[in-house]
């Protein structure tokens, strides 16, 4: 069973969110709060797996996550807001967010960012990263260069060294969503179609020995 906690002060994307989670067998919604006093309040009652928040709101916002962590120690964060700056995003996954979405993935992202939360693995969805790679600010300024994140780096030695999505996904403590999103942007960026193209790049590179 995963307990679950929603933060949003949205009623009616509450209780979206609600009807969602649970029609899946083994998630229970242990309640909606809508104020961080009122998440203080019900911490005594409350003591969930997960907590689902969207933080863009007055009600919460930033020092919200810092908060969650204090409160509830061993809970994990899942934040799903709609796009925000790259900066923010940052900052809340600095601040405690383990795993975040933007509000308009489907439910079956839903689910599995749920499921790979509960183990303990972080979980982006493709557009979160694309935000933080800062995809779209390069292609909107025409860039010719390639830019590599420090984990798109990570992730091409992992591949050079034969490492499936799984092994690693397992290495990196991610999901095998977020590492095969990753490695669909590395092609992209890199204009190349397979495995054996990271391979030579990371080669001609210098990213891994030859």
Known sequence: MIDILIANNNQIAGEGLR????????????????????????????????????????????????AIKQIYRDSRILAITDALPSSTIHTALKNGVDSYLLSDCEKPEIMEAIADTYEGKQFYCGLVIDILSDKNSEEAHGCSGISLSEREIEIIKLISDGCTNKEIADQLFLSTHTVNTHRKNIMSKLGIKNTAGIVIYAVKENIIKA
């Open 19 to 66: 009807t969602i989670l649970q029609s899946k067998l083994g998630n229970r919604v242990l309640g909606i709060v809508n104020s961080i006093d009122e998440l203080k309040q019900q911490s005594k009652r409350y003591f969930p797996d997960i907590v689902v928040i969207d933080f863009q709101h007055d009600a919460f916002g930033l020092p919200a996550i810092k």
